[in-house]
């Protein structure tokens, strides 16, 4: 299994999330982050504004779907035909063990 953190404009964050059930991905977490990337925030007019208001966006998949979601997630997060700075960043990380908190049991592989 692979985790998937995904962070996205507030105003691309539906979308990605529509398209993601679309295509059968349902299940995900979403929280509302603030931060900045390397070009450590962007000044509008005279204004620095260092953190941007973002979204997270975390989705555990198989294996063989990470390429799918990941697919998804850039497509329907990138603003503009070329896309602009400050569109996201998208991380993936192996997931070693999961437990059901319900049934009290390791997850099956």
């Known amino acids: 299994m692979q985790a998937i953190t995904a962070i996205v404009r507030p105003e691309k964050v539906m979308t990605v999330q529509d398209a ?3 295509a059968g991905f349902n299940a995900l977490t979403k929280w509302s ?3 900045r ?5 962007i000044k509008v007019g005279e204004v ?3 953190e941007m208001s973002k979204f997270m966006l975390y989705i555990v998949v198989e294996d063989e779907d990470k390429d799918t979601v990941v697919d998804i997630i850039m497509e329907n997060a990138k603003t503009g035909e070329q896309g602009n700075p ?3 960043r998208i991380f993936v ?5 999961s437990y059901t908190v319900s049934k ?4 099956l592989d």
């Open 20 to 22: 993601l059930t679309a």
């Open 33 to 35: 982050v603030s931060g």
């Open 37 to 41: 990337g390397k070009e450590k925030g």
């Open 48 to 50: 620095l504004y260092q």
């Open 86 to 88: 400050g569109d996201g």
């Open 93 to 97: 990380n192996p997931i070693t063990e």
């Open 104 to 107: 009290q049991q390791k997850d």
